[in-house]
Each structure stands twice: as structure tokens, then as C-alpha cells.
């Protein structure tokens, strides 16, 4: 026997089983029980929301022998013959292949026969917006009056398309889409009918990448479950089969955006890229991932509106923390723009590399947002007692502090006769320890085994050497650290460190513009061991 798609093999057979449509369900129900049925109905919404399943129930309520509460009883033979699609009082038109005058012409003809048996015949137009327009004027006459026995249910996804000849003539229900909670339900239900054992996070996830459609929703749980025959579906394992992208990766992109490192940014779009994720998806999923950084920013408990998790809603809220409304706004326009120009680009990843470099300099462009982008990050320098100078009478902007301002104004002459300077090594005021080496060394998997809020603020930290052979971290940002200083944060670190190294290792924490000895004192010692020639000395 072939295999049905779960959304056909679940198709609700009964009013009770609609999901999400309880307002158009209530009102139809009523109109059977009192016997006050229209003679035309225009179902219009989105895909995947009920149209046709709801049209199918209703011709089946209107010629059931023996409904129940205004539902088809299921039993007797006209809903049987319905339900096998072998009853002649139940025609379904697809109007995007039978849109001709010719077409309509033939069911006006065919309405002047009463049905051999039940109460009602009902014709179902779908995508009743493809007709012609010659189609529209030969059925309205018959639409407006047709014979006590005829019903008509006309469905469309572009309500904007149909005359208003047309809709004037029948009773019009909008479909809502389908809430994630209802989505995730019902998802669940049907898990468990499957025997397939799910998380509920992973379920969320397909019902949020659904956008609304039941349909879509089963349509990828059926994908997930296909590809995972037989194992348990997880969160991550939904990522992997529907080619998106976890929160944390945007959340370490937008910070590299903040930091203005292009660099950083192309780094994660190639790891993306071999992956495997699919770019247009990714550049939708991370407007979303701004459009709820915007949200997160308001006073307002805005939970029920973000639908996401706990953790990820107090990592939205430290990521929102960090950026200015106006930075936001200017960011999804970018990436709004960007959503346009891919669905019909040939080469989707230069745009995406285009539309991330204008987001880390927002000197490349003369727009209002991008002019209080550049004031923003000037404002900030200064406040961290930075001053911006140009270099070598380019537009470029070279972040130098006070401090440092004569030793690298000599610098740049040294490096003005020499066209080619060496890179100097950098100086290291002891040598370090066996076990900074190794943190040094396996930084990034350090972070990776730490939780999605750690790992995300200790991405914009500097890892040097402290005072008494301890791991020092500097941020750039004071609300970065109060959140790493966190007791359970500072556990949590440890504890992997402690994984990688073997030692209890302790760690401090700083502000980097709050250091009085120079930057050059307190090298990234994640990069002393890249090809980066080092000299140590006492």
C-alpha cells in the first residue's frame, strides 16, 4: 500500500477536529442546526489554513442524512460516498486549470439537474481568482439566484483579485492563520498517533517555520520524520533537515555587525554556507531574529508576541540591551531589501555579503539611519575615551586612544618608508603558563560547551593573561561583563575550562577602556598561536 501525507491521512473529518478556525466553525455549525444556509460562500486566507477542508465538511454537513450538532455523522451512505469522492452531488473545479468561459458555461448547464440523491449539490471552486474575466460575468447571474438545491463554495488565497460583482453575491469568511500553540498540538497529536517520539521544542520550531499553515507544518513534519526514520526528532536534527539556522549564530553575527568586523561576519556566512542552509531562509530568519531584538527593547511584557523559549527570550533581551532602536531599524531595512532582491538573484551569496558590509560600515552610505549608525559608534568611542582619526587621508575611520595617539603617529612614519613592514611580535610580559596555553589553544571549544547566553557574551570578550598566571577577560561593553560576572555564569565557565585543562583555573573579569596600562599589554591570546610570531620576555 502507498504511503499518504500525514496532512491528507489527517484530514479532519468532523467540525471538532478544525484547528484554529473555531470563529468560521461556529457560525456554519449554526446555519445547518437552524436550516439557515447561504447559497454562496467565499472562503479567502492564506495557504494551508482550512479553506478546502472546510468547504468538504460543509458538503458533507448540508447532504448528511443524520448530522450531529451540525457535523456529518460519518456513518451513513452520502457521507461515505463523499468521503471516497464517488458522489455526483459534491464537484470540485480547479479554476486555475479550468478558468474559460467554457468552462463555466458548463456548470450553468449542469445545475438545471437536481440531484439524484441528498439535499444539496455543491460545487467547490478553488483559486477561484485564476477565472477570466469573461468567466467572472457568465457566472454571476447564476451565482446571484441559482436553484434552491445548488450551493456554491468559492476558495481564493488573493481575495484583492475577484470582482465586486463577485463578492457582493456571497457570504465571505476570512481564514486566520494558525497559531503556533495550536499548530504545536496538533503536531503533537499526531506525533503520538505516529509512535514518533519528538521534543516539544523541535515541534515549535516546525509550527514557527510554518508561518501560519497547518499544511506546511505537517508537510515538514512529514520531511523530519523521513529523514529520521525510526529516531527520536530533537531540535537540533529540525535545523539539520530544514536547512535553518539556531539563534546563537545570529546572535554572534549581529555582535560582529555592532563591532564593525567584516572579517567575523563572511567568516559565519561561510560556515553557513557549507552547512548547507539555504540563503534566502537565512536572510528571512534573521530579519525575524531583528524584528524580535525591536520588540524585545519595548517596556512591555512582550512573551506571548516573540514566541520563543525562556532562554532565548532573556538572550534576546541582553542582546537588545546593546543596541539602539534606530541601529535595529536600519539593519532590517537592509535585510528587508535584501529579501527582495534574492528571490530572483542568480548569485545570492555576493548580495548577502553586499548587505552585511554596508551593515558593519555605514559610511559607505549617506541615509539618515546610516549617518546616526556612524554618530552612534563615534559617541560610544569617545565615551571610552577614544578618539578617530583618519589614516593615510582615506575615509576609513582608525579607532586610536589618547594615550596611544604619539607612539602610533610615530608608527605610521616607520611604516610609511617601509612598504612592506614586518608584523612585530608581540611581547608578552612572562611567559605563559601550561594551562593558558591550552585555553588559548581550545577557546572556541571551550565556549562551544557552555550554554547559548554564556557563549554568546563571552564571544565579544578578550581572553589575555591576568595577574597571578589567572584567565582575564576584558568586554567592550560593561553590560557584557555584569552578565558574565554572573555567579552561575562564572561556574558554568569554569567548569568547562576545568574540562579542557584539567585545573581549576581562575578567571577575572574587566572593562577594557577602564585598563590604564596600554591595549598592547593585553594581547588576544587566542591569536598567539596563528602563524603570529611571539616573544616572550621577563
Request: net charge negative.
Amino acid at each position: 500500500m502507498s504511503y499518504t501525507a500525514l496532512y491528507r491521512k489527517y484530514r479532519p473529518d468532523v467540525f471538532e477536529d478544525v484547528k484554529g478556525q473555531d470563529h468560521i466553525v461556529t457560525v456554519l455549525k449554526n446555519q445547518i442546526r437552524a436550516g439557515r444556509l447561504g447559497h454562496a460562500y467565499l472562503f479567502c486566507g492564506t495557504r494551508g489554513t482550512g479553506k478546502t477542508t472546510i468547504a468538504k465538511l460543509l458538503a458533507k454537513a448540508v447532504n448528511c442524512e443524520h448530522p450531529v450538532e451540525g457535523s456529518p455523522c460519518n456513518q451513513c451512505a452520502t457521507c461515505k460516498s463523499i468521503q471516497a469522492q464517488t458522489s455526483m452531488n459534491v464537484i470540485e473545479i480547479d479554476a486555475a486549470s479550468n478558468n474559460g468561459v467554457d468552462n463555466i458555461r458548463e456548470i450553468i448547464n449542469e445545475v438545471q439537474y437536481s440531484p439524484t440523491e441528498g439535499n444539496y449539490k455543491v460545487y467547490i471552486i478553488d483559486e477561484v481568482h485564476m477565472l477570466s474575466a469573461g468567466a467572472f460575468n457568465a457566472l454571476l447571474k447564476t451565482l446571484e439566484e441559482p436553484p434552491s438545491y445548488v450551493m456554491f463554495i468559492l476558495a481564493t488565497t488573493e481575495v484583492q483579485k475577484i470582482p465586486v460583482t463577485i463578492l457582493s453575491r456571497c457570504q465571505r469568511y476570512d481564514f486566520k492563520r494558525i497559531t503556533i500553540d495550536y499548530i504545536t498540538e496538533r503536531l503533537q497529536e499526531l506525533a503520538e498517533k505516529e509512535q514518533v517520539e519528538a521534543e516539544e521544542k523541535a515541534l515549535r520550531y516546525i509550527a514557527r517555520m510554518a508561518d501560519g499553515a497547518l499544511r506546511d507544518a505537517l508537510s515538514l513534519m512529514d520531511q523530519c520524520m523521513a529523514f529520521y526514520f525510526g529516531e527520536r526528532i530533537t531540535y537540533d536534527k529540525v535545523l539539520e533537515v530544514l536547512g535553518t539556522v539556531d539563534i546563537e549564530v545570529f546572535a554572534a553575527l549581529l555582535r560582529y555587525i555592532r563591532k564593525g568586523s567584516v572579517s567575523d561576519c563572511i567568516r559565519i556566512l561561510e560556515e553557513v554556507t557549507v552547512a548547507g542552509r539555504e540563503l534566502t531562509q537565512f536572510t528571512i530568519d534573521f530579519t525575524w531574529y531583528l524584528r524580535n531584538l525591536l520588540l524585545a527593547k519595548t517596556p512591555d511584557d512582550m512573551t506571548e508576541v516573540l514566541e520563543v523559549s525562556s532562554d532565548q527570550l532573556e538572550l534576546l533581551r541582553q542582546e537588545a540591551t546593546a543596541c539602539d532602536a534606530d541601529t535595529l531599524m536600519r539593519y532590517i531595512r537592509i535585510f528587508s531589501d535584501l529579501s527582495n532582491q534574492m528571490k530572483y538573484a542568480a548569485q545570492k551569496r555576493v548580495l548577502l555579503e553586499v548587505a552585511l558590509i554596508k551593515m558593519c560600515c555605514p559610511e559607505m552610505e549617506t541615509d539618515l539611519a546610516s549617518l546616526t549608525d556612524r554618530i552612534r559608534r563615534l559617541e560610544a568611542a569617545l565615551k571610552d575615551g577614544i578618539i578617530s582619526t583618519a589614516v593615510n587621508g582615506s575615509a576609513g575611520i582608525q579607532p586610536v586612544r589618547e594615550a596611544d595617539l604619539a607612539g602610533n603617529q610615530k608608527a605610521e612614519g616607520q611604516a610609511t618608508q617601509d612598504n612592506t613592514p614586518e608584523e612585530p611580535p608581540v611581547q608578552l610580559k612572562k611567559a605563559m603558563t601550561k594551562d593558558l596555553e591550552t585555553v588559548a589553544k581550545d577557546w572556541r571549544r571551550i565556549l562551544e560547551s557552555t550554554s547559548s547566553l554564556v557563549r554568546t557574551v563571552l564571544i565579544s570578550a578578550r581572553p589575555t593573561i591576568g595577574p597571578d598566571d589567572t584567565l582575564l577577560l576584558l568586554f567592550d561593553n560593561p553590560v557584557d561583563k555584569d552578565v558574565a560576572e554572573r555567579e552561575r555564569h562564572v561556574l558554568e565557565l569554569k567548569k568547562a575550562i576545568q574540562k579542557s585543562t584539567g585545573t581549576d583555573m581562575n578567571v577575572r573579569f574587566g572593562i577594557m577602556s577602564q585598563e590604564k596600562e596600554k591595549q598592547q599589554e593585553y594581547p588576544d591570546i587566542t591569536k598567539l598561536f596563528k602563524n603570529i610570531p611571539i616573544q616572550y620576555v621577563d
